[in-house]
């Protein structure tokens, strides 16, 4: 097996097919399966350097496997993030500590598209082993991870009732304002706590200015998409105008809402898109609060506004939120 990999005289080709040949027994077997996986499957050798990559994951991540293969996984390509933004891949990376020490693992993740935006996968590594047991190879299996079903079955019935930002694909601002004044009369009848998310662009007006406004489009698609696909299923994200955003999550204390905006700040950071060889990547400012019995939408839009404008004087790509005085919350 050893004698295989540093064969010089295979190509690329030929060296995934005997290297997966020699641990499966059968070509036509593996490729006849994992080809036609929904999964997306991707194999490496020792040094990570992919052999591999079935059609789930070209349907996954929008990268052809001519793009991937002969590729180490650790190039700047899907670049693995957490829910905080520390890239995985040059350190954390699973699939590396599962070559090391040959233990299967499994995690959640961020994965880049080839679009730009940010995809939740859930990842599992397990190691290849040739017959004398030295592990020589990793596959990696990831799975959508996205609250995607739902989320669209809601968006196709949005569409229906022109209540869709056309640009976007997400929920128009008429949409957004009633499921508001919705959750306020929900809240205020039967208590249940929700929580809202301003989210703003960074200067988006500079970036429009300098690439215009069709790559500023196609970073509204890409920040949307991200914000969507990193959202909870129960959730609602909508466009509110231009480059803002709004956030509605319900069942959530402070501390939660504090996480899930920062999530977004996160994820945002790590989206980029790729025009013309060079990468441009924006940041966004994000304001939170939570419901209050006494609110109507204006003053929970002002009260998320204001906190909007203060993370923007703080420097921007922040989150800022409600002191915890406003809840009665003693600090300590």
């Not at 190879?137 to 056309?166: C, T, W, Y």
Request: net charge negative.
């Amino acid at each position: 097996m050893g004698q295989l990999m540093g064969d010089d005289e295979l190509t690329t080709e030929e060296e995934q097919d005997y290297f997966i040949n020699d641990i499966t027994g059968n070509k036509n077997v593996y490729k006849d399966i994992l080809d036609n996986l929904y999964d997306g499957v991707y194999i490496t050798d020792s040094d990570r350097r992919i052999l591999y990559w079935n059609n789930g994951a070209e349907k996954l991540t929008g990268y052809r496997k001519e793009e991937m293969i002969n590729r180490c996984c650790w190039d700047d390509i899907l670049v693995h993030v957490d829910e905080n933004g520390s890239n995985l891949c040059k350190g954390e990376c699973a699939l590396k500590k599962t070559l090391g020490d040959g233990i299967s693992r499994e995690s959640e993740v961020f994965l880049k598209h080839r679009d730009g935006h940010r995809i939740p996968v859930l990842i599992r590594t397990t190691p290849l082993r040739d017959r004398e047991g030295v592990v020589v190879g990793g596959v990696e299996i990831f799975s959508d991870n996205s609250p995607r079903i739902s989320m669209r079955q809601r968006i196709e019935e949005l569409h229906k009732l022109a209540m869709v930002d056309p640009l976007t694909e997400l929920a128009n601002r008429r949409y957004l304002e009633m499921r508001i004044n919705s959750q306020l009369n929900e809240f205020q009848r039967y208590g249940w706590r929700f929580g809202l998310i301003f989210i703003d662009i960074d200067n988006f007006k500079m970036f429009n200015d300098q690439y215009g406004h069709d790559i500023g489009d196609k970073v509204l698609k890409m920040v949307s998409r991200t914000l969507f696909e990193t959202s909870r299923p129960f959730d609602l994200i909508g466009r509110y105008g231009g480059e803002e955003f709004i956030a509605l999550v319900v069942n959530v204390s402070l501390d939660q809402l504090k996480k899930v905006a920062e999530r977004f700040r996160s994820l945002v950071e790590r989206s980029s898109l790729t025009v013309e060889g060079k990468k441009l990547a924006v940041t966004i400012s994000v304001g939170y609060t939570q419901a209050q019995k006494h609110d109507t939408m204006d003053t929970l839009l002002r009260r998320a506004d204001m906190n909007l404008f203060r993370c923007k004087n703080s420097g921007k790509n922040c989150s800022t939120g409600d002191s915890d005085e406003q809840y009665g919350k003693k600090k300590t």
